[in-house]
């Protein structure tokens, strides 16, 4: 089964601290994809991420890193010096082929609030 | 900015009614998904169409239908409205091959009272 666990369900924070997202991923596939979307209060999914298994290499972009570990079937993100703007429900999800389609598998999101 | 557009945007229905929600895909996106998002909750894979077929579906009900036409703009119907399909519904388009991206719209939010 592909499952994907956001055990952070609401994290608040004051501005300028730095936070990570933990994400944690089930897949028996060797080949699979994993994203990061941000979706602020008017709804739209933004992506962020998206990162293969044959790739884990970690990514910066700007005040946003990434850690992906295959070891540990891990995807955590870290917003650095976190600010206002970036308050918004974070989900992590794993793409899944399933027949001749392509779907993603989300996480309940987190909640982030980051306060002044 | 996506390039993804949804409609409406907002609305409201009463149980037992009909509703109709459209999506363009991104310009040259093939293949377009749509999701349920119940509040609280991540959103969940509805069915999914490529060049104008259905060709993978969650697990809802056949009350949950879609088309996809020509220039791979699509159409969630969605019949005999229950309280619970109130929900935020996302069309996502992406270019049919596995791994690519995936972009959202911004939502058409339904509500049934």
């Known amino acids: 089964a592909q499952k994907v666990t956001q055990a952070q369900t609401e994290i608040s924070v004051v501005e300028k601290e730095d936070v990570t997202l933990d994400c944690v991923y089930e897949?028996?596939?060797?080949?699979?994809?994993l994203f990061w979307y941000k979706q602020p209060p008017s709804g739209e999914l933004v992506f962020l991420i998206r990162?293969?298994?044959?790739?884990?290499q970690n990514e910066i972009s700007g005040r946003y890193s990434w850690n992906f570990q295959k070891s540990t079937s891990s995807f955590n993100f870290t917003i650095t010096a976190s600010q206002v703007v970036d308050s918004a429900v974070y989900f992590c999800?794993?793409?899944?082929?399933?027949?001749?389609?392509?779907?993603?598998?989300f996480g309940k999101g987190t909640k982030l609030t980051v306060n002044p | 900015e996506t390039g993804v557009t949804q409609s409406p945007t907002h609305l409201i229905k009463t149980r037992g009614q009909q509703v109709t929600l459209r999506c363009s895909s991104q310009?040259?996106?093939?293949?377009v998904s749509w999701y349920q998002q119940a509040l609280g909750q991540g959103p969940q894979f509805i069915f999914q169409?490529?060049?104008?077929?259905?060709?993978g579906r969650g697990n809802f009900p056949p009350r949950f239908s879609g088309l996809q036409f020509p220039n791979y703009s699509s159409e969630l119907n969605v019949n005999a409205l229950e309280l619970d399909d109130s929900a935020l519904y996302l069309c996502?388009?992406?270019?049919?091959?596995?791994?690519?991206?995936?972009?959202f719209g911004e939502g058409s939010w339904l509500t049934v009272v």
């Open positions: 999800a794993l793409r899944k082929s399933q027949g001749g389609s392509e779907k993603l598998v």
């Open positions: 897949t028996r596939d060797t080949t699979y994809y």
């Open positions: 310009s040259g996106h093939n293949t």
């Open positions: 169409y490529y060049r104008e077929e259905e060709n």
């Open positions: 996502a388009s992406s270019l049919g091959s596995s791994g690519n991206t995936i972009y």
């Open positions: 990162r293969n298994s044959f790739d884990e």
